[in-house]
């Protein structure tokens, strides 16, 4: 049984940080996050191997976004730093794999996080 919860969004000036939580079950593999912004597709923003902690992240999150497995927890956190406008979306946490450049989901969701980057 896959099961995940996200939580941490908010508000957020440009330039800011914000630290994003996932709790997660059933997954033993790879885990990733994924962002959808109002009227656009989900788009994958880093897929990370539980087995030995490297990441695979999307180009426009890469140097910005890291993210890091709780020791002794399922629990992954994403942090956001020099945040951006285009950052703003619905953020969520699934089982993921990479295939080239592009990160892929196992398209089962939790409910989000919304995170706002506005001034």
């Known amino acids: 049984q896959f099961q995940f919860v996200e939580s941490g969004g908010g508000l957020v000036q440009p330039g800011g940080s914000l630290r994003l939580s996932c709790a997660f079950s059933?997954?033993?593999?790879?885990i990733g996050w994924f962002r959808q912004a109002p009227g656009k597709e989900r788009q994958g923003v880093s897929c990370?191997?539980?087995?030995?902690?490297?990441?695979f992240y999307a180009d426009d999150v890469k140097g910005r976004f890291t993210a890091s497995k709780v020791s002794a927890e399922n629990t992954m956190r994403l942090e956001m730093s020099s945040l951006k406008f285009e950052d703003s979306a619905v953020y969520y946490c699934?089982?993921?794999?990479?295939?080239?450049?592009?990160?892929?989901?196992?398209?089962?969701w939790g409910k989000g996080t919304t995170v706002t980057v506005s001034s």
């Open positions: 990370m191997s539980l087995k030995d902690g490297s990441a």
């Open positions: 699934s089982g993921c794999w990479v295939a080239g450049k592009d990160i892929h989901s196992m398209n089962y």
């Open positions: 059933g997954i033993d593999s790879n």
